[in-house]
């Protein structure tokens, strides 16, 4: 499992993340960051290169190893970036330090996305934002009978990402109010492809 977990697992993600029907929703969330930016999963950083003033600084957490190394080449956007190599349940930062939290196609595979969830309401501060692009639970009883059904052998090899985790009541949860949301299907098989895309400032 090394090998799979080190090299082909990372591949395996990158290569869903260059989805060109994702390419919009990196455009609309990154765009709409600013100030000292915190985003949660990087990955081999596809939003990296989207990043542009009003930003001034970008904290890139990552724990995966072999996806920061794929990461830093893609920093080329000209904000500074600063990688956090550590778990979203445990961010190293100062609570009110960061103004805005960027996660997308990330809450569906952390571990305990609730605790991280409260650790980026910890770091935000008054006033700050939550901008999320993410797939989750869908609204038809029909697909969600196939995200419940296809999630346990589809987390185990797909680095753990859930098809049904349902993203606002999440983000709601951990004590964030919903600015703006939208929500629908891009194409693809439904179970994987119902999206949230949005804002949130913490209550």
Aim: aromatic share 8%; net charge neutral; charged share 20%.
């Amino acid at each position: 499992m090394g090998f799979y977990n080190d090299i082909i697992l990372p591949r395996l993600c990158d290569l869903a993340m260059r989805n060109k029907q994702l390419l919009p929703f990196r455009e609309r969330v990154i765009g709409a960051a600013e100030g000292r930016v915190l985003e949660i999963g990087v990955g081999s950083g596809r939003n990296l290169p989207f990043y542009r003033s009003p930003v001034k600084e970008i904290l890139a957490l990552e724990p995966s190893p072999k996806l920061v190394a794929m990461a830093r080449g893609a920093a080329d956007s000209g904000v500074p970036v600063h990688f956090l190599e550590v778990s979203a349940e445990s961010i190293p930062l100062d609570d009110g330090t960061i103004d805005t939290v960027v996660t997308t196609w990330t809450l569906c595979s952390i571990p305990q996305a609730a605790t991280a969830l409260a650790e980026m309401r910890r770091v935000l501060r008054p006033g700050g934002k939550l901008l999320f692009a993410e797939h989750g639970l869908a609204p038809s009883e029909s697909v969600r009978w196939w995200q419940d059904s296809l999630t346990p052998a589809w987390r185990r090899i797909s680095g753990g990402c859930h098809l049904n985790r349902p993203i606002r009541s999440m983000i709601e949860d951990a004590g964030f109010g919903i600015e703006r949301i939208e929500t629908g299907y891009i194409p693809g098989p439904k179970p994987m492809t119902f999206m949230y895309e949005g804002s949130a400032r913490p209550q």
